[in-house]
């Protein structure tokens, strides 16, 4: 359901108000987590993201209490995105769901705080706003790091195309471009639908088509590596096919 009142964001995701950037980035991990809360978790599947129960807080409180608290810039909001998209195709079995979101976006904050921003916080602080001990923090710092292989960049213009990206597939409806005419958010929308429209079987045999999450488009440089990644639809129906193939026929 479209809400009646339609906000316009700014063309640029730097002038974007932090808050809507937190909706904007919420409203899409919990579409993900809808959808991976449904696989069944497996021994092998488990990882240091695991929490042993559902956190008590949505997504979008978590984002809005680290940005009080943290005053974490808004190129780290977005990079969070960004490394989901290098740990997916980095660990395969690793999925984002209602027990590894809220310890993947701590992590996330703070790795690329203190490895990017000029003022960043304690890693007491980080903990006490995350709701975990600060020695389960290190562990998933140095855990985070490896699992994208200490590439904590990108470029601006990829921070772009998912700020982009976020607000034309947002599912509330709620947002615009600044300067968007309705015609080209369609066509933007359409040539979304059919580059996610790849079967899983596709996925499967290529493993990283040269799609990335929300079904932008990066360039290798942009990626550190000369494979492309996989988009956020292409992830969960691959998902999806490996728990199917598993079923007793």
Known sequence: MHSSTRVTLPAAFEVAEIDNLALLIA??????????????????????????????????????????????????????????????????????????CHRFIIASITVCSKGLCDSFCTNALYARVGGIPVPELNVLEREFLRAIDWRLMCTREVLQEYYINLVRTDSSGRFGLEGASESEVEDSDMDSVSSRSASPMDVQVRHRPSFSLLGTRESPSALGDTATLPTIEQNMAFAALQHSLKKPP
């Open 27 to 100: 409203n899409m991990l919990e579409r993900l987590i809808a959808h991976n809360d449904k696989i069944p978790l497996l021994p092998e599947s488990l990882t240091r993201f695991h929490s042993r129960a559902v956190p008590n807080i949505s997504v979008l409180d978590y984002l809005r209490r680290i940005i009080k608290w943290t005053k974490v810039e808004k190129s780290c909001l977005l990079l969070t995105l960004h490394y989901v998209d290098q740990i997916c195709a980095r660990m395969p079995l690793f999925t984002l769901s209602s027990l590894t």
